[in-house]
């Protein structure tokens, strides 16, 4: 069975310093991997995908994530923290011939202090 | 961003009482999907559907029924509403993928619905 592990709740970083999102995932199967962002009362947004075509995933608002298979990771970064990162990040899990259902990690809220 | 809508936005009601979520999609997209969101569980699968007249169950679908009658609409029923499904519930929408290739989804902007 797929499961996806976000290590750390809550995360607090100084505007302009690096942005490091844990993600953990458990999968039988080659999994595909996505991080979605969510601004307060707004629907999920997708940041960036892992489909086996490149380990180094680069995303939008300069966001990137490496999949590192041999730590079963997918963590989320970005090298300077703006204001306007502040918001909630999920890691996701799917597979091949599952309907691109997803399954969620708990989420990580990311606060930026001036 | 994808043409997803769901209505209402906002709902209050009463325990015992059915409501239905509507999800309406412009993108012509096979998949679609119902979840909720609670703090501290992420997002959770309800039910989702694979084409017209296609669906099964989710991770947590008891006291939840769906119902897609055309690509465009997917219905969330509760059909008699208790205080725990007070809840967030977004939509989502994916294309069918090829070559083994996995879609990623897209999000509505979710229906908050509270339950007294």
């Not at chain 2, 239905?20 to 989702?48: A, K």
């Not at chain 2, 897609?68 to 519930?89: G, M, N």
Request: a neutral charge; proline letters at 4%; charged letters at 15%.
């Amino acid at each position: 069975a797929q499961s996806v592990t976000q290590l750390g709740s809550h995360v607090s970083v100084s505007e302009g310093a690096l942005v490091l999102l844990r993600c953990n995932y458990s999968s039988s199967v080659p999994p595909y991997l996505f991080w979605y962002v969510q601004y307060p009362n707004q629907g999920l947004q997708l940041l960036l995908k892992y489909t086996s075509a490149a380990t180094l995933v680069k995303g939008i608002n300069g966001f990137e994530a490496e999949f590192k298979k041999s730590e079963t990771s997918f963590h989320l970064t970005k090298p300077s923290a703006h204001m306007s990162d502040a918001a909630e990040y999920f890691c996701a899990v799917t597979f091949s011939g599952g309907y691109n259902k997803l399954i969620f990690g708990a989420g990580t809220r990311l606060a930026v202090h001036p | 961003d994808a043409g997803i809508t769901q209505s209402p936005r906002h709902k209050v009601t009463e325990t015992g009482t059915p409501v239905t979520l509507r999800c309406h999609q412009t993108e012509n997209h096979r998949y679609m999907y119902w979840y909720r969101q609670d703090p501290g569980h992420g997002l959770r699968l309800i039910h989702y559907s694979y084409g017209v007249k296609d669906t099964d169950k989710g991770e947590v679908s008891d006291g939840y029924s769906v119902s897609r009658s055309k690509t465009e609409d997917f219905l969330l029923t509760l059909e008699s509403a208790t205080s725990s499904q007070t809840s967030v519930y977004f939509c989502a929408i994916s294309e069918y993928g090829t070559g083994g290739d996995s879609q990623p989804q897209h999000f509505g902007d979710g229906t908050r619905l509270s339950i007294l």
